[in-house]
């Protein structure tokens, strides 16, 4: 008789874990690979019969809804291996790997497992802890435990490439669009899939303008690709599931945005001894202005965004900081025109036009928060102030008269693309939320 690799025995009868069998198992398994379960002494088959159960379904996550004690777990749990359930079992009162004769309480059978000395056997299915994304080169890390045996990654039902498989860590490349590019991700090992964890994404957009004296005016638009897992998970059986710590994300390498800006704006004012004094300032935008958000591939745009975004699961928000910048954007041409009382003659005085770069730091260090609610959209919002005038030759014998400039920040709902959900199941169900948009809500065993 001979066993595979890392193989386990069960062996569902009365007295399976005597000293000569098990002993005996061992013994044939000649590289010491085996590990052997069974009962200590007689045992009754209805309490047998819970008991594997119990340990099928908790090691394999499959969360079998006719388990009727102890019930599956609410929300569903993923894999976990033996030692882990085991203690479960023993934690449970009453004991689920122990069966007590009702009509005799002194009589029971406990079920126990032995290891061999080079067994590496824990599993019977991969399972997902967490997964994560780094953006700038495309790496895509999923944690937990998968074996040795290296298997495949699959987002939304598409393989994507391995690039390292250990038996805590895998680590893969992901497209940035497409079918693979969010939704639920599985680890699968010889047919044996892991638990679904859901890749989520939001797409949206996000405005700040800058309208100054006049009709000046500046805008900044982005069209903005987030991915990230927010999903809570176990660390061991029968706990409740918990959020992942604060992390950092950056946006999509799909993530872009445009810049716009111009007009003109005059300011008066009357000065002492009858004089009037006009400033006239006029920006004028200098070609198209697409810009892109900074990245390991593209670290110093010539119109860029730079971006800091800190996922806070606990707290359901985004915490974002940013500094938009242009190049060569703007061609200024200030003015002044004085008016003086008769016989003095009018002055007017080009002080020519110039080229600037521009950029806004008004948001650098002060972080905005995209909230998100029960069902993972983050919610519409704006931030509207004053701040000092932005002008580029425009002055003033009162710079205290000139008005300030409105900077307005707007962000758009941005509907959660395959989202968690805590209620049932390993699957992926199109749901209809919000005026009718279509979903992939991701049903993940934590």
């Not at 996550?61 to 609410?74: K, L, T």
Request: charged content about 20%; proline content about 8%.
């Amino acid at each position: 008789m001979t066993f595979a690799q890392d193989a386990f025995i069960y062996l569902d009868g009365c007295g399976s874990f005597n000293g000569l069998m098990h002993a005996a198992f061992l013994d044939l398994n000649a590289n010491k690979t085996l590990t052997y379960a069974g009962w200590s002494a007689s045992v009754l088959d209805d309490g047998a019969y819970k008991t594997v159960k119990f340990l099928f379904d908790r090691m394999l996550g499959a969360n079998y809804p006719n388990i009727i004690y102890p019930p599956r777990e609410s929300p569903p749990q993923r894999p976990f291996d033996i030692a882990a359930v085991w203690t479960d079992m023993e934690s449970r009162n009453p004991p689920v790997n122990k069966v007590v004769d009702k009509d005799n309480p002194l009589r029971f059978a406990t079920l126990r497992y032995v290891k061999g000395g080079s067994s590496k056997f824990g599993m019977f299915a991969p399972s997902i802890r967490v997964v994560s994304l780094d953006e700038q080169f495309g790496y895509f890390h999923l944690e937990g435990e998968f074996g040795s045996k290296q298997g495949l990654v699959k987002v939304n039902d598409v393989s994507i490439p391995v690039l390292s498989w250990f038996p805590t860590d895998v680590i893969c490349t992901i497209p940035t669009t497409g079918p693979a590019s969010a939704g639920g991700v599985v680890a699968e090992v010889d047919g044996r899939r892991s638990n679904a964890v859901p890749l989520t994404e939001w797409r949206g957009t996000l405005t700040l303008s800058l309208t100054s004296l006049g009709t000046l005016h500046q805008v900044y638009s982005f069209n903005l690709h987030f991915r990230a897992d927010v999903h809570s998970f176990r660390d061991k059986p029968h706990t409740d599931p918990q959020p992942k710590e604060s992390f950092d994300i950056s946006p999509a390498l799909d993530s872009k945005g445009t810049l716009t800006a111009g007009d003109e704006g005059i300011f008066r004012e009357e000065i002492a001894g009858g004089c009037v004094w006009t400033s006239d300032e006029t920006w004028t935008q200098l070609g198209s202005h697409d810009m892109v958000f900074v990245s390991v591939q593209n670290p110093q745009p010539n119109n860029g965004i730079v971006m800091l975004t800190r996922v806070n699961p606990a707290d359901r928000n985004f915490e974002i900081t940013f500094t938009p910048y242009a190049n060569n954007a703007l061609e200024v041409h200030p003015s002044i025109h004085i008016v003086r009382p008769p016989p003095a003659r009018d002055t007017t005085i080009d002080y020519g036009r110039r080229t600037l770069s521009i950029g806004t730091d008004i948001f650098l260090n002060r972080p905005i928060w995209f909230k998100y609610d029960d069902i993972y959209t983050i919610l519409p919002g704006e931030v509207d102030t004053l701040v000092e005038p932005v002008l580029y030759g425009i002055g003033s014998h009162d710079p205290s008269a000139l008005p300030k400039t409105q900077v307005k920040l707007s962000w758009n709902l941005m509907v959660a693309h395959f989202p968690p959900s805590d209620t049932s199941g390993v699957h992926i169900t199109p749901i209809s939320i919000r005026g009718g948009d279509l979903l992939n809500t991701i049903h993940p065993n934590q």
